[in-house]
């Protein structure tokens, strides 16, 4: 008892010795100095160089909306009258109920003050005058002469200048009266005038006032410079709690205050700053002092502060932050009283909070009474203050100064120790530990190679390799099998165990799409692990922030949680989902299977579950399995927790920290890239990189939202000569793939945006086989289930992530030596059939030139070049090139129209609707089949002939061909069996197109025929 009242006692000479001393000097300065009565001070008995300053306090003559100067009231001219004065006003005091002459109250305008002081007569004296809160314009003129300013009194707000700041001025006075004219406008606030006191003395007096001044906010914002400083770096250290974050924040928000408020410091560093800025900033930093204050103390002490309390004060904070920012500082000032209500309250919470913790834990208790009645005394002061009494302002900065000072040295006490604490408990385990790990990883390394063998041999067994077995024996083999898996990954387990303990495991955070990693690693659970019973859910917010964490780590926690669901549900539903809060996601996995019994939910996550599911379990157990998935959780900043309800499903949840930041990529984590950076990084000194051309040259596709890795490797493949094309997701490879079918391999990261790298593989092989397009896929980790995965959805090879560099250009190079011997054979096969030239055309054309030669020679010579270049273009073997130009086409098919034409006269009719300016690329001999098809098997079959229509038009990114007939036309049966893939007859004809025009845009011939009618042929290509 006798140290709790001690406390309190030392703790209150302490917080109330600076208030009581102002308060005594207040209270004797208005009970021994004069008063100003009806405009005139008597200091005759006053002795500036014993009794220092005097306030000019009492009753000032009031000059309503006029400016006026000394030789207003002196004229020089006799016949001007000095001007009458308006009102006798208060001074300290706010002018809103004197400005107006009918009585209402106002604020904004203009006024003069004067005031006569009668003095001691003598020799001539220097006397100086000191101002702390004029608004918020003045300008001071002491028996004639002006002597400061603090902005630009005006009759208009727009021609004057709104600065208040303190300042003092000096001037000689010779007889035995003074005369204090001080001019005044205000334009930028809710109250004017002379609301804080102005002081008169000697020069020497004058200039110890203000030192006096500048020292105490000097001093308080040096303090909480040096605190705020000091806890920022010092939050580190625990950054999850956040108790020194909000109180350096809270000693940040002060200092502003401070620099904004008293002298005003601020506009001594930078005198241009607006005074518009300052009023904002005076409002924004007052809101966030009371917030950090609240908020340090609901995490600080040991009574729990009440969620409602501290939303409602961050909605509250918010608000008065926006009006801070977007409303004119002359409006928000009307909210003076509901700051300070604002702040009272806040201020009654936190001290209510600070007392019942103190009650409950005593520790610290004469510094906790400091803080307790530090905080008192500022809702004291401001109660005070706004009821019109005037204190020093220093008290304030003095009381949250040690405030601020006190919770430093209580933080401190806690964390220094705590971490005495942590390094005795560390000395204690570190021996046992040590030699716990050391045989776990020994006995996984040696268990990993004999039991794999064990698994191989079972596979291979139930083969039938080593002769036929009974269903009987194959059933044993594949448990064997199942066992082996459970074991491997048990090892595996024990491996990342003994990491976690010896702190070996480390952590590369970056930022991580939750949405890529998540639905990469349920399409891979999915394929491994699913079956026809058990439906996969991905159910994530529209809006979901990336993550800092591990993304290797992340997979490795989210395939864990999902294998266990799998294993406690054979039926029913798994689904991940996730919620995003303030500062966390906290992922959720939800299954419908059997549940865990309430027992077994308190020891789920230890090492070793020896009530865990049955031996016959294919895949893992939650034994070690949990335990590392709750390791890797807190490791990565997270927690985790499990509930279940036995029969109706279990549920785990746990977090992962939002980026709160965004972080350039480190050196130290480059080097993850091993030989990579090297290729990234190089480049000839002054100029780009020139790609000379070579026949070795490919075109590479490579997939990664990554943009370290994809300027890696878009680096190191240009060094190799290749064409790069990079897509940061799926869905935009599959664009990319659709306008540019000739790629020769794509390289895709295993988790990317919008549709997962398993996914993506899939897509790729609905339209490409193994060879046409070989596919590398780049794997954060080595998971078999993953490997399995990827091979099974279409993948040709895979590396894991880092990669080697040498291993990565030798897998690359044998996926594109086996692309172009596919190429080169197909377009070898291309070539030929493009090259087949049917013999009757060739006879018939022959006979037609035969039969013009005697009457028409220069037409026959006309016909002889037509069919030349129709021969020139058909056996162009070397052309294996994809594309050509649709004028070499055309080109063609006039050519083979000319020939028909001399064969069928009047029979055969032309029309073409071609652009002249047009110029694009189509396949080669992919408009004369299409047309000689509509003259001989449309128009030739019926006896009166008909019209073939060649048109060509350009769309937006695109380029349309059609050839329409009036001929016989074709039965919908005789359409489907000339574009069916197996039909075999025919060299050049309408299957050859579609099968290239599908290999190379995805998209074939549109063949649209009536009967008796006629034919429409088209195809659309991007140009």
């Not at 770096?233 to 620099?259: D, N, Q, W």
């Not at 399995?788 to 030596?817: C, H, I």
């Not at 058909?874 to 294996?880: A, K």
Request: aromatic share 8%; with cysteine; hydrophobic share 45%.
């Amino acid at each position: 008892m006798r140290k709790y009242w001690l406390s309190i006692l030392g703790s209150l000479v302490l917080v109330l010795i600076i208030p009581l001393l102002s308060v005594l000097q207040t209270l004797q300065i208005k009970g021994d100095r004069p008063q100003a009565v009806q405009g005139v001070i008597d200091l005759r008995s006053w002795n500036p160089s014993q009794d220092g300053i005097m306030k000019l306090d009492g009753e000032w003559e009031l000059y309503r909306d006029v400016l006026l100067s000394p030789g207003d009231f002196h004229p020089v001219n006799g016949g001007k009258k000095a001007p009458s004065v308006s009102a006798m006003i208060k001074v300290p005091a706010k002018w809103n109920a004197d400005l107006a002459e009918d009585g209402d109250r106002r604020a904004k305008g203009h006024a003069t003050y004067r005031l006569q002081a009668r003095i001691a007569g003598g020799e001539a004296a220097v006397y100086g005058l000191r101002t702390s809160n004029i608004r918020s314009a003045s300008r001071i003129f002491l028996n004639g002469q002006e002597i400061g300013s603090s902005g630009t009194p005006s009759a208009a707000a727009s021609e004057g200048r709104q600065n208040n700041m303190p300042y003092m001025g000096f001037a000689s006075v010779t007889g035995n009266c003074m005369e204090i004219i001080v001019q005044v406008a205000n334009y930028s606030y809710s109250s004017g005038g002379i609301v804080q006191p102005i002081v008169i003395g000697n020069q020497t007096s004058i200039l110890k006032h203000r030192e006096f001044a500048l020292f105490v906010d000097g001093a308080a914002v040096i303090g909480f410079f040096v605190l705020s400083l000091f806890l920022l770096m010092f939050s580190k250290v625990r950054e999850s709690r956040g108790v020194t974050l909000y109180l350096g924040l809270f000693c940040l928000a002060a200092l502003v205050y401070i620099l904004t408020h008293g002298e005003k410091l601020i506009l001594a560093v930078m005198p241009g700053f607006p005074y518009e800025i300052i009023l904002k900033l005076q409002l924004a930093s007052s809101t966030l002092v009371y917030y950090f204050l609240l908020r340090y103390v609901a995490n600080s002490v040991n009574y729990p502060m009440s969620i409602a309390v501290i939303k409602t004060s961050k909605l509250f904070t918010v608000l008065l932050l926006l009006i801070a920012v977007f409303v004119p500082a002359y409006q928000f000032s009307y909210l003076e009283g509901m700051l300070l209500t604002w702040g009272s309250v806040s201020i009654g919470f936190v001290l209510y909070s600070m007392v019942q913790g103190t009650r409950r834990n005593d520790k610290n208790m004469f510094l906790m009474m400091v803080s307790i009645e530090s905080l008192s005394v500022v809702i004291i002061y401001y109660l005070i203050s706004f009821m019109g009494m005037n204190f020093s302002y220093f008290i304030i900065s003095y009381e949250i100064l040690l405030f601020g000072f006190v919770q430093a040295i209580i933080m401190t006490r806690q964390y220094a120790a705590s971490f005495l604490e942590v390094e005795q408990l560390s000395r204690r385990l570190l021996s046992l530990d040590g030699l716990k790990d050391d045989f776990i990883s020994d006995t996984s390394q040696e268990l990993r190679k004999p039991l794999q063998g064990i698994v191989n041999m079972a596979k291979v067994l139930a083969q039938g390799t080593a002769g036929s077995i009974s269903s009987a024996q194959s059933e044993q083999l594949l448990t064997i099998v199942s066992t082996g898996k459970r074991l491997t990954a048990l090892i595996h387990d024990m491996s990342d165990f003994a990491k976690l303990n010896h702190g070996s495991l480390f952590l590369r955070r970056q930022a991580v799409d939750l949405r890529t990693t998540a639905s990469s690693i349920m399409e891979v659970t999915r394929q491994v692990y699913g079956n026809s019973h058990l439906e996969f859910r991905l159910i994530l917010p529209e809006r979901l922030p990336l993550l800092e964490t591990d993304e290797q780590r992340l997979a490795q926690i989210l395939h864990n949680l999902l294998a266990n669901a799998v294993n406690y549900t054979p039926r029913g539903v798994i689904t991940l989902s996730a919620e995003v809060k303030e500062e966390y996601v906290a992922i959720l996995i939800t299954d419908t299977g059997q549940g865990i019994a309430p027992e077994r939910l308190r020891s789920i996550f230890d090492a070793y579950d020896p009530s865990g599911p049955a031996a016959n379990k294919v895949y893992r157990e939650n034994g070690l399995g949990l335990s590392i998935t709750q390791r890797l959780v807190e490791l990565t900043g997270g927690e985790i927790e499990a509930h279940s309800e036995p029969g109706h499903g279990s549920i785990f949840r746990f977090t992962q920290p939002i980026l709160q930041r965004s972080r350039a990529l480190l050196e130290e984590e480059l080097k993850e890239f091993h030989g990579w950076e090297a290729a990234a990084a190089y480049q000839p000194p002054g100029e780009d990189p020139v790609l000379p051309p070579s026949a070795d040259c490919c075109s590479i596709l490579v997939v990664d939202n990554d943009p370290v890795n994809l300027r890696v490797l878009t680096g190191m493949l240009q060094l190799e000569n290749h064409s790069v094309i990079t897509a940061s997701s799926g869905a935009e490879a599959m664009h990319i793939i659709q306008q540019n079918p000739e790629l020769d391999l794509v390289i895709a990261d295993w988790v990317i945006p919008e549709m997962p790298g398993l996914l993506l593989v899939k897509a790729i092989r609905e339209r490409f086989t193994l060879s046409e397009l070989p596919i590398l896929v780049l794997m954060a980790s080595s998971r078999p289930d993953d490997i399995l995965a990827a091979f099974e959805a279409g993948a040709n090879d895979y590396l894991s992530k880092p990669v080697e560099l040498r291993e990565f250009k030798a897998r690359m190079q044998t996926l594109l030596d086996m692309r172009k011997s596919i190429r080169a054979s197909v377009q070898a096969e291309i070539a030929y059939l493009q090259a087949q030239i049917k013999p009757h055309f060739l006879y018939n054309a022959l006979n037609a030139i035969i039969s013009v030669c005697p009457v028409e020679p220069d037409k026959a010579t006309e016909l002889l070049l037509d069919l030349s270049q129709y021969l020139r273009s058909s056996f162009d073997f070397q052309n294996r090139g994809q594309t050509v130009s649709i004028v070499k086409e055309l080109e063609l098919v006039k050519s083979y129209l000319a020939l028909e034409q001399a064969r069928f006269d009047e029979r055969l009719n032309i029309e073409f609707d071609v652009p002249d300016d047009v110029m694009a690329m189509v396949p080669p001999l992919s408009i004369q089949p299409i047309v000689e098809n509509a003259v001989n098997h449309g128009l030739m079959q019926k006896e009166a002939g008909g019209t073939v229509q060649l048109t060509v038009e350009l769309l937006p990114g695109s380029l349309r061909v059609a050839v329409l007939d009036d001929g016989v036309g074709m039965s919908p049966q005789k359409i489907v069996e000339i574009l069916s893939e197996e039909r075999t007859e025919g060299g050049i004809g309408l299957r050859n197109i579609q099968h290239r025009l599908l290999k190379m845009y995805g998209t074939g011939l549109s063949i649209d025929s009536v009967p008796g009618r006629g034919t429409a042929i088209s195809y659309t290509i991007p140009r």
